[in-house]
């Protein structure tokens, strides 16, 4: 038995939806070139990130790195820098890793099996659909937020979209839908349709081309349609930061570990702070691990910046700390450099580093 009765002959579905998507289907570069490469490199930015803002990025990264041995051969760093602003760095850093792998086969092509694809770094099942999909066309059917969206009100399903455990359903209803002929086309044009008509907010049913094969619109529950579960409130995070300003200008920046939140990232020294501890306690706890030179600190506040991730918010205090030691005090490593201002735009920087910088006036995107 079908998994979707009410769809169980899908082809006029099918139909309308490749019709309207041929006509009106946003020229977008991606759409453009069967460069499996090229396809894995939009997929991996698209993911948790809008259009608008990959629009930008996509071809300059490609212009730096065109290729899977150019991008193998960059080093972190580079690539870091390329991606900067885009957020979620893990998923550069996997992409240069699974470039690396791949080079090191002697065979740097993109993978077209499901299975030598999942064997890479930071690829799961999104972006095995999508590169299979779009540049090999093989049926595989695409599932982001729009088109889960999209089969949730098109086919009035109760199980909420943020939950892990109904991620299998939803695929197999995605799948039970994909055609034959254009699979490709239309996983686009069910995306192309969660995110120009089946919106989060007022969709725009009037317009729809499926509106007639809609569940939800046929029975006026479009407002109860997709069901989302509650999120928890994030926690936030209070943290200091040191700008380390040395009498020559020079300021102070520190690489985070290559693994974890921002990893690779550089950023001014900063610490979190306890429950207790207010933010003058922590910056002069902060200043106190420069020691011994800590007796030459003079601190000023310069402002607050607040910034959200996923699972928490930081709410920062950015200090500008002026040290009259010899330049030399704080010694330099692999993950601490004194750097002049006009350098700083050579480094990949967290957004919140950049968001310090405009407090203090200085701007580099
Ligand atoms: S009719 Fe409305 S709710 Fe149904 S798929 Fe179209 S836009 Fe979405």
């Not at 998507?21 to 020229?27: G, K, Q």
């Not at 109760?158 to 197999?172: E, G, I, R």
Request: include cysteine; hydrophobic fraction near 40%.
């Amino acid at each position: 038995m079908s998994i979707m009765p009410h769809l169980a002959e899908p082809k006029p579905f099918q139909e309308k939806l490749l019709r309207w998507y041929r006509e009106i289907a946003r020229p977008l570069p991606w759409r453009y070139t069967k460069d499996p490469y090229a396809i894995w490199v939009s997929e991996v930015m698209l993911q948790q990130t809008r259009v608008d803002t990959v629009l930008s990025y996509f071809p300059r990264f490609l212009k730096a790195f065109p290729d899977v041995q150019r991008l193998a051969s960059a080093s972190e760093e580079q690539v870091l820098k390329a991606w900067e602003g885009l957020g979620y760095y893990g998923r550069a850093r996997n992409l240069h890793k699974a470039a690396k792998i791949l080079c090191d086969t002697n065979d740097p092509t993109v993978p077209d099996s499901e299975e030598a694809l999942r064997s890479l770094p930071g690829i799961g099942d999104y972006i095995v659909a999508a590169v299979l999909s779009f540049a090999y066309r093989k049926p595989f059917a695409v599932l982001d937020g729009n088109v889960k969206r999209v089969l949730a009100r098109l086919l009035a399903i109760d199980w909420a979209v943020n939950n892990a455990k109904a991620k299998p359903f939803f695929q197999q209803m995605a799948q039970d839908l994909l055609p034959a002929v254009a699979s490709d086309l239309h996983n686009q044009a069910m995306m192309e349709l969660g995110a120009l008509v089946c919106t989060p907010r007022h969709p725009k049913c009037e317009g729809c081309p499926v509106s007639r094969f809609c569940l939800s619109r046929q029975n006026g529950w479009v407002d109860r349609f997709p069901v989302r579960e509650k999120r928890r409130l994030v926690p936030i995070r209070r943290i200091v930061i040191a700008i380390l300003v040395q009498k020559g200008g020079g300021v102070l920046l520190t690489r985070r570990p290559s693994e974890g939140l921002l990893g690779g990232l550089w950023e001014f020294p900063n610490t979190e702070l306890d429950a207790s501890m207010s933010f003058s306690e922590g910056i002069q706890q902060l200043c106190m691990r420069f020691s011994p030179v800590s007796d030459s600190f003079t601190r000023q506040s310069i402002g607050t910046v607040r910034h959200a991730y996923t699972h928490f918010k930081v709410l920062a205090q950015a200090f500008r700390v002026d040290i009259d030691a010899a330049p030399d005090a704080i010694s330099e490593t692999e993950t601490c450099r004194w750097l002049n201002p006009g350098m700083l735009e050579d480094y990949p920087l967290s957004k919140i580093t950049h968001k310090v910088l405009r407090l203090m006036g200085m701007k580099y995107r």
